[in-house]
């Protein structure tokens, strides 16, 4: 099994578990490294992904919702659209990430690196 099917087969995982908890498993990708992994709209609700390295991911679409991303790197990652909705992205690497269209609402930037700054 390639990494590639063996991300799809995890996310598929996530899937079964996030329909009913009782079957299929949470997805854990703790310290992962998914340097330009393609998750476009990809269900990952309450993954655990703290610490992964998402350098240049395309997360675009993703909904991420509850999410912990805590140290994670996102230089560079595509998160366009992403819904990250109460996610835990403190301490996370968000240089040159792509956040436009993003929703951050209640999400945790505490220590965050590589925000864009808000003109004065």
């Not at 899937?15 to 949470?26: P, V």
């Not at 393609?38 to 991420?64: E, F, I, P, V």
Request: a negative charge; charged letters at 20%; aromatic letters at 6%.
């Amino acid at each position: 099994m390639t990494a590639k099917e063996a991300l799809a087969f995890a996310v598929a995982e996530h899937n079964k578990w996030l329909a009913d908890n009782s079957t299929g498993t949470r997805l854990d990708l703790t310290w992962a490294d998914l340097t330009w992994a393609d998750l476009t709209g990809a269900d990952l609700t309450g993954a655990d992904l703290s610490r992964a390295c998402l350098k240049w991911a395309n997360l675009s679409g993703a909904n991420l919702t509850g999410a912990y991303l805590s140290r994670a790197n996102l230089s560079g990652a595509d998160l366009s659209g992403a819904n990250l909705t109460g996610a835990d992205l403190s301490r996370a690497d968000l240089s040159g990430a792509n956040l436009s269209w993003a929703y951050l609402t209640g999400a945790d930037l505490t220590g965050a690196i590589g925000l864009p700054k808000e003109k004065p």
